[in-house]
């Protein structure tokens, strides 16, 4: 089975794991398309999620917190976050592509758009919770399109593997510690936690592994 950590980033040889892969122009326009989609599906299944409000995936959860002191739109949050993140990579060696950038921007566009034209809230229990799953899985077939082009990974992403590197701790437990800490501070803040907080954290990894296996396109090599 490929290595989730291959599928996103390509082969991890010494020379790619250095840099972001840089397709060639045909590439490009084959990619940017699928790049975009999954970020809608990724932002719209985020949307649905804050609808059922059955609780958040960490980052969501802090970014609702924020939003709710502040009045600012939770997707604008998200992407005020993003670019702060974004900066942070620096320090630590990571380098963005357009799929990064896109990230930033685009999925948070799509969180705000989604909100401002579903209903405020669900009346019925049921569906609720068939929003905040069929969210969840929304999120992972975006994933798995956005992931696979191989454009970039997003700024949360890549905050995780830049300081798994530098550190030589194991990604898992760094995304642990910086997720628990995100979703401490957006419960703290207001953040909504419940079914759908822990929903995220059992079934996105799987999902996501899933759908990448399905979605992902062949790395290629970058362009000279």
């Not at 019925?124 to 992972?140: C, I, T, Y």
Request: charged share 10%; aromatic share 8%.
């Amino acid at each position: 089975m490929v290595a989730l950590s291959e599928l996103v980033f390509g082969p991890t040889t010494a020379e790619t794991a250095a840099m972001l892969p840089r397709p060639p122009r045909a590439e490009l326009r084959r990619r940017f398309p699928r790049l975009m989609f999954g970020l809608f599906l990724f932002g719209l299944g985020l949307a649905f999620m804050v609808v059922a409000d059955l609780g958040l995936a960490p980052w969501e959860v802090m970014h609702q917190g924020i939003s709710g002191r502040t009045g600012i739109p939770i997707g604008t949050v998200g992407i005020i976050t993003g670019l702060v993140v974004l900066i942070a990579w620096f320090p630590i060696g990571e380098r963005f592509g357009i799929g990064t950038l896109a990230n930033v921007i685009f999925i948070g566009v799509v969180i705000d758009l989604s909100l401002w034209l579903l209903p405020d809230r669900l009346d019925s229990s049921a569906l609720r919770w068939l929003a905040m799953l069929g969210g969840l899985v929304l999120v992972a077939i975006g994933s798995g399109y956005y992931i696979g082009v191989h454009l970039g990974p997003g700024p949360r992403d890549g905050l995780m593997t830049g300081l798994s590197r530098r550190t030589g701790r194991p990604i898992g437990l760094v995304r642990a510690i910086i997720e628990l800490t995100v979703l401490g501070v957006g419960w703290l803040l207001g953040g909504t936690v419940g079914a759908g907080t822990v929903a995220f954290a059992f079934g996105i990894g799987p999902l996501v592994q899933l759908f990448l296996g399905r979605l992902s396109l062949p790395f290629v090599a970058p362009a000279d």
